[in-house]
């Protein structure tokens, strides 16, 4: 079974950055796509990024183009997340998945996830 530990977050003020990491370990991962969701009180857990190791590419949601920057290291099984200029609305718990279908920005094709690390804005 695929393990996920996400960190980093914390409170930060309007225009401020984060950087979370995520580590995968467990002896089913094999360098499965991964993502990073996010999920605000009261509403349902939303796509922000995620990256393919196979083709090294990258896919963000809309509303972080431009301000966010997911990147990794595939040797030592860890995926980041760099969150700059960040914004009252970036608040949320963000979670780490992978899964042999993930890669998209759908929830439903990850399989694993992580506990989330919780990423505060104010203004």
């Known amino acids: 079974q695929v393990q996920l530990v996400e960190s980093g977050g914390g409170l930060v003020q309007a225009g401020g950055s984060l950087r979370l990491s995520c580590a995968a370990s467990g002896r089913t991962f094999n360098n499965y796509p991964m993502g990073w969701f996010r999920q605000a009180p009261g509403k349902g857990r939303e796509f922000v990024a995620a990256?393919?190791?196979?083709?090294?590419?990258?896919r963000y949601a809309d509303s972080v183009k431009g301000r966010f920057t997911i990147s990794g290291d595939n040797d030592k099984k860890m995926v980041f997340l760099q969150m700059n200029s960040l914004q009252p609305e970036d608040t949320a718990v963000y979670y780490c998945a992978t899964g042999p279908y993930g890669g998209n920005g759908y929830v439903e094709s990850y399989d694993y996830w992580g506990q989330g690390t919780q990423v505060t804005v104010s203004s």
């Open positions: 990256i393919s190791w196979s083709t090294v590419s990258t």
